[in-house]
């Protein structure tokens, strides 16, 4: 994921934050969550953007359930990788690819519409870092379940390992998802996607 940004924002380290600085919300307090669907100025793109939002929170509850299942013993470890492998692959393919769209295309035009929000934009460039970060060890613990099953290594550790580092990537997606939802849908609401460029 291709980004400007190597370190987190101090305070602003998605690994602890909460929420966003209220001086970043200004336009989420104009046009609440509530309102967004039923605004005439949320467009295709935005509803597309906010569709994939919705896939990685659904994907990632999926495998969320399934890593749970496994280690609780109720599938067996094949199944389990053969169900997993290609759900895994996909999220991780469609993440990055999501982030690299973001970072080249639309987060340059959003953050030269309101200067306000410059900031913003920043932390959510660094989320990305973060989250890339975290992505790898999801990936890395993911290889070494595969190699346990492969040659009868410690299942039960390495299903542990993924399901840790699962829950850890999808806390830090979710985090990152609402904050950048906040700042970008009101930000698309109040300037309209044909003023940004994006229709």
């Known amino acids: 994921m291709a980004s400007t940004k190597s ?70 470890a094949k199944p389990f990788i053969q169900w997993l492998a290609p759900r895994f692959n996909f999220f991780l393919s469609e993440l990055h690819m999501h982030h690299n769209v973001e970072d080249h295309h639309y987060f340059p035009r959003f953050r030269a519409a309101d200067a306000r929000l410059a900031r913003g934009f920043d932390i959510l460039d660094a989320d990305h870092v973060t989250i890339d970060r975290f992505i790898h060890e999801l990936a890395e613990s993911g290889a070494a379940l595969e190699a346990a099953i492969r040659g009868g290594g410690d299942l039960p550790g390495a299903g542990a390992r993924l399901g840790e580092r699962l829950d850890a990537t999808l806390t830090v997606l979710t985090r990152h998802l609402d904050d950048e939802e906040d700042i970008v849908v009101p930000l698309i609401i109040d300037r309209t996607e044909a003023a940004l460029g994006l229709g």
């Open 7 to 76: 370190q987190p924002i101090p305070g602003e380290d998605l690994t602890k934050r909460t929420g966003l600085p209220e001086d970043l919300l200004v336009l989420a307090a104009r046009y609440p969550r509530e309102t967004w669907q039923g605004h005439r100025n949320l467009g295709e793109m935005a509803r597309f953007w906010l569709e994939r939002h919705g896939m990685f929170r659904e994907l990632g509850a999926a495998m969320a359930d399934g890593s749970a299942s496994f280690r609780e013993n109720e599938i067996a």
